[in-house]
């Protein structure tokens, strides 16, 4: 990874499948894209299937906002990058972009997100492996000067004219 850039994350190709009635990608879709770059964000972090199986620890989903900028149309090529927003012992804020191959935002998602460790009592959460601390913090520490997406943390609000 080059200091100060996002994460590359994914690189994949909107399929049939996730186009809808009106010719673009369903919103249900979206999701299943940033679902799966956080998948390849794990693997990036220590919490690959190999770590996920040893250890039983995993990531839950707190929080998610999509953000829809462009459609994606079926064929369309695109890529998902991840910025570290910030992070502590157990939880990480994470912002995902989906670009199109000319640089074009399509989409983005925000997500919080929380380590978590799996037994016979349920999922509760514990504090990041050493491995995924580690990796944690050079995430951080390599994306320090990028600037802070202007709609995280904007949340969902109608504008009103005063």
């Not at 190709?13 to 390849?40: C, L």
């Not at 695109?78 to 912002?95: A, G, I, P, T, Y």
Request: charged share 25%; net charge negative; aromatic share 6%.
């Amino acid at each position: 990874m080059r200091h100060g850039s996002a994460l590359p994350v994914l690189e994949a190709t909107v399929v049939s499948e996730w186009v809808d009635y009106n010719g673009h990608m369903n919103d249900a879709a979206y999701a299943i894209v940033f679902s799966r770059s956080v998948d390849a964000l794990m693997d990036r972090v220590g919490l690959d299937a190999a770590a996920r199986k040893r250890t039983g620890q995993s990531l839950f989903t707190l929080q998610m906002m999509l953000h829809y900028f462009k459609e994606g149309r079926e064929g369309d090529a695109f890529s998902v990058s991840c910025q570290l927003l910030e992070h502590d012992d157990k939880r990480m804020r994470v912002w995902l972009d989906m670009t199109a191959p000319g640089g074009e935002r399509l989409a983005a998602s925000e997500q919080l997100l929380i380590s978590i460790t799996q037994g016979e009592a349920g999922a509760r959460a514990v504090p990041w492996s050493f491995e995924t601390k580690a990796a944690l913090e050079a995430l951080a520490k390599a994306q320090s000067g990028l600037p802070h997406p202007p709609e995280a943390g904007a949340g969902v609000a109608l504008k009103r004219n005063k």
